[in-house]
């Protein structure tokens, strides 16, 4: 059973960067789609942005001045990093994995749980 | 680009009720729908034209009219009472984006 994991600061000061990894066990890391989506404290769900194994990268051109996603296959994680924080940044953070066929589109079928960070000083 | 749910509907224990998604890139690209719990993160209900993943149960179906895909719950149970999120690829560029959401209360 594929599991992804986030870890990272939960706490993180305004003007600095956020930092998260994403775990990935019980499958590979390859032929998939690694994806960071956002939830802000009672409000919706925002995408982030994506990378595919071989390192194809897509970002929401709203934060793109200001993400990075990469991956590393030899430890099967993927990260995020989001410099140039603000209190608006403040979300519970997921990383999900993305399946894509040409009959049924694009999904996440594996998520981890989630984990809050909060832009305070 | 936006993709724009109802914010809320309700329904009566063992009745059916349909959540609908709109958006521009809808007539080019399937939408997904996600289930969120209070506390929990979202997970896939309903993918492709009629997918379901599995440990779904079967009242959970997918559907679509025109340019607008519906997530239907036939004989809504108590446990379905959370928040649903469809997702779909943009009109222009390789980026995607959630619906609004939709909160399903059970009566």
């Known amino acids: 059973q594929v599991q992804l994991q986030e870890s990272g600061p939960g706490l993180v000061k305004p003007s600095e960067t956020l930092s998260l990894l994403c775990s990935i066990s019980?499958?590979?890391?390859?032929?998939?789609?690694w994806s960071w989506i956002r939830q802000p404290p009672g409000k919706g769900l925002e995408w982030i942005g994506q990378?595919?194994?071989?390192?194809?990268?897509n970002y929401n051109p709203f934060l793109k001045s200001r993400v990075t996603i990469s991956v590393d296959t030899s430890k099967n994680q993927f990260s995020l990093k989001l410099k140039s924080v603000t209190a608006a940044d403040t979300a519970v953070y997921y990383c999900?994995?993305?399946?894509?066929?040409?009959?049924?589109?694009?999904?996440?079928?594996?998520w981890g749980q989630g984990t809050l960070v909060t832009v305070s000083s | 680009s936006e993709l724009t749910q109802d914010p809320s509907v309700s329904v009566a224990l063992g009745q059916t009720v349909r959540i609908t998604c709109q958006g521009d890139?809808?007539?080019?690209?399937?939408a997904s729908w996600y289930q969120q719990k209070p506390g929990q993160a979202p997970a896939l209900v309903i993918y492709?034209?009629?997918k379901r993943p599995s440990g779904i149960p079967d009242r959970f179906s997918g559907s679509s009219s025109g340019n607008t895909p519906s997530l239907t719950i036939t004989g809504a149970q108590a446990e379905d009472e959370a928040d649903y999120y469809c997702?779909?690829?943009?009109?222009?560029?390789?980026?995607?984006?959630f619906g609004t959401g939709t909160k399903v209360t059970v009566l």
């Open positions: 999900a994995r993305g399946d894509y066929d040409i009959l049924t589109g694009y999904y996440y079928d594996h």
């Open positions: 492709g034209k009629n």
């Open positions: 990378i595919y194994y071989s390192g194809s990268i």
């Open positions: 997702n779909s690829r943009a009109s222009s560029g390789n980026l995607y984006v």
């Open positions: 890139s809808l007539g080019i690209y399937y």
């Open positions: 019980g499958g590979s890391i390859s032929s998939y789609y």
